[in-house]
């Protein structure tokens, strides 16, 4: 390739990575006021207006919600160990909310654990 389309090839992939970059803003902008949005119907959501109470309703708002942070995380910094943490939470969440079988528990219980072996053995330590 000559210099020019060198030029060219990187001048194309500068464009594309701020097009990128601009759309991932707009999905955190997104994100971000959803969670402020369900922040402020806590009390109506969990039926505190109506004076009964559900923890398991809370638990699986609470593990949505952090989900959801874990996600944005995620986007911003591209990192593979937030990554598996987000699975983890998934994959808890999955477990505790919803009623399970003793095998779906099971296999719940080896894919966590399969998850902290990929985290021990197979990312690069920093620092």
């Known amino acids: 390739m000559s210099h020019d389309e060198n030029y060219i090839k ?13 759309i991932e803003l707009v999905l955190i902008a997104v994100l971000i006021t959803g969670i402020a949005i369900q922040l402020l119907r806590v009390p109506q959501t969990l039926g505190f207006s109506g ?18 942070v874990e996600f944005i995380h995620v986007i911003i910094s591209r990192d593979f160990g937030s990554i598996i943490e987000i699975l983890l939470f998934a ?7 919803y009623e399970r079988t003793m095998s779906e528990l099971l296999i719940g219980v ?18």
């Open 51 to 68: 004076g009964s109470f559900d923890l398991h309703q809370l638990i699986s708002y609470v593990a949505t919600m952090v989900i959801t």
């Open 110 to 127: 080896v894919c966590i654990a399969g998850l902290f072996a990929i985290r021990k053995f197979l990312t690069i330590k920093q620092g």
């Open 91 to 97: 994959i808890v969440r999955e477990m505790v909310i």
């Open 10 to 22: 990187d001048k194309g992939h500068s464009v594309v990575h701020k097009i990128t970059a601009v």
